[in-house]
């Protein structure tokens, strides 16, 4: 999801308009839209997905992180492939995959197929999204791109939204399955008229760094597993000790593989630079916040408080129009006030909702108590996902902030799926037997990790105000 970096080469020599580039764009936003929504419309349908195939809680949450896993781990090698095959090629491709996985996802009859489907959603989108982005920037050129950058960013934001209602409805109406098939006649629509819509560029000679993704996902893999099984072996038992050691190991071979690479995968050179490591934390922290806050909500919801999926998809409604409209404030702040001031101030406010959920009843009115917590934590974090952006894109070169802002956001998938593992853990009780203590514990965890990052903002994340006005963020 990176701005192709290759398109300021192009920059010169403006190609004549395509004829059709706004049909065009209107279908690859339906294609990004169906990859946003796969997020959260699976968040709501969980329980009903458990009763079904007879899920534990660790399938569970591999149903949310084997997604984001494949897509974050992939991205930059999706960007890559794109740029070396033409996106004409790598689109359709990904469209194809996902489609495809979507259909499996949806006919599952157990763990091992589910979870088969979501990898191959992931590695769908991973092709897909990239390829999309960079069609885009170089489609598109002066107060257009800026419009359509615009539109592209406003997805984010209407995708989760839309997520957790339509996965509501689908999982109360004909079924969880649903939630996937749905991407199938729209896959293939988009499949049957893109192609002749998408501009064609001769493929140009790129090296892949393979070895890369297949680490880094491998890594984050066995991070995520290490975390996951802490929550029922404790977390010095060999069972949680062993992958996370592994994760380490993986890590390191990464950043020996990419300093040895000559075309690697992540500059991590660009991990030196204090803005970059700034948008990458709070891109961290922001996703394991708002990701967890759609896991844990949708389980105590349905399984503690016994509403049903539609009703739990209304209620998360709010939820997700005040990240949107943390997001537009902190766009507003952040270029008067600066990065670390609202970054501070979103954290804190993040905190502060999710203080009364750290005493959350087991019974008693939902709107009393969770609704107006997790409103007000999603607000704040809605506004450290646009600081995260334009933090780490400020200093950047232009030519290089493809590269930065596919740093920020393979932080942002890869965030969201160990967030949403260590929260899993943290709520281990309450999503196996049904306690509000694992709950109240993984909400006070949260709050937790709030507060400790602002403190850390306070160090990490520089005085900048920088501009956000061409900055595409992920959902």
């Keep these: 999801m990176s701005h192709a970096h290759h398109s300021l080469s192009a920059e010169h020599i403006p190609a004549p308009p395509l004829p059709r580039r706004w049909t065009m764009l209107a279908l690859l936003c339906l294609a990004q839209f169906m990859l946003i929504l796969d997020v959260t419309v699976v968040n709501v349908a969980l329980p009903d997905m458990a009763a079904d195939l007879h899920l534990g809680r660790e399938a569970l949450t591999w149903v949310v992180t084997a997604y984001t896993l ?106 969880w399955q649903w939630a996937f098939y749905v991407n199938v006649p729209v896959g293939i629509v988009a499949l049957v008229a893109l192609p002749a819509l998408l501009p064609r560029r001769a493929p140009q000679p790129a090296r892949l760094d393979l070895p890369g993704a297949a680490l880094v996902t491998a890594g984050t893999g066995a991070l995520i597993y290490g975390l996951v099984k802490a929550g029922d072996a404790g977390w010095g038992s060999a069972t949680a000790v062993l ?60 399984q503690l408080r016994g509403y049903s999926p539609l009703r739990t998809g209304l209620l998360f409604l709010p939820v997700a129009v005040a990240t949107g409209i943390g997001a537009h404030l902190g766009s507003r702040l952040v270029g008067r006030i600066g990065s670390r001031v609202t970054a501070v101030s979103g954290l804190a406010v993040a905190a502060g909702g999710m203080v009364p959920l750290a005493w959350l009843p087991a019974d008693g009115s939902v709107y009393a108590r969770l609704l107006p917590g997790l409103t007000a934590a999603s607000l704040g974090v809605g506004a450290v996902f646009v600081t995260a952006t334009a933090t780490a894109l400020a200093l950047v070169e232009p030519q290089r902030a493809g590269l930065a802002s596919g740093v920020v956001n393979t932080f942002h998938e890869v965030g969201g799926s160990v967030g949403v593992a260590v929260l899993s853990t943290v709520a281990a009780s309450g999503i196996d037997q049904g306690a509000v203590g694992g709950f109240r514990d993984a909400f006070a965890f949260s709050a937790i990790v709030a507060v400790v990052a602002a403190v850390a903002c306070l160090v990490l994340v520089p005085h900048l105000k920088p501009r956000t006005t061409d900055i595409p963020h992920v959902h």
């Design 70 to 175: 494949c897509f974050g781990g992939l991205m930059l090698l999706g960007g890559r492939l794109a740029d070396a095959l033409g996106a004409h090629r790598t689109v359709p491709a990904g469209l194809t995959v996902f489609t495809a996985a979507s259909l499996v996802t949806g006919l599952s009859n157990g763990a091992p197929m589910l979870l088969t489907g979501r990898v191959f959603q992931g590695i769908g989108a991973a092709l897909l999204s990239p390829a999309a982005l960079s069609v885009l920037t170089t489609s598109f050129h002066g107060p257009e791109r800026n419009k359509a950058l615009g539109i592209w960013a406003a997805l984010g934001g209407t995708g989760s939204a839309a997520g957790v209602l339509l996965g509501g409805a689908l999982t109360d109406g004909p079924g």
């Design 243 to 302: 992958p996370l050691l592994g994760a380490v190991v993986l890590y390191a071979l990464f950043a020996a593989v990419e300093r040895a690479s000559r075309a690697p995968l992540m500059d991590l050179r660009l991990l030196t630079r204090r803005p970059v490591v700034a948008g990458a934390f709070l891109m961290l922290v922001a996703t394991t916040l708002l990701i967890g806050f759609f896991f844990l909500g949708s389980v105590y919801l349905q």
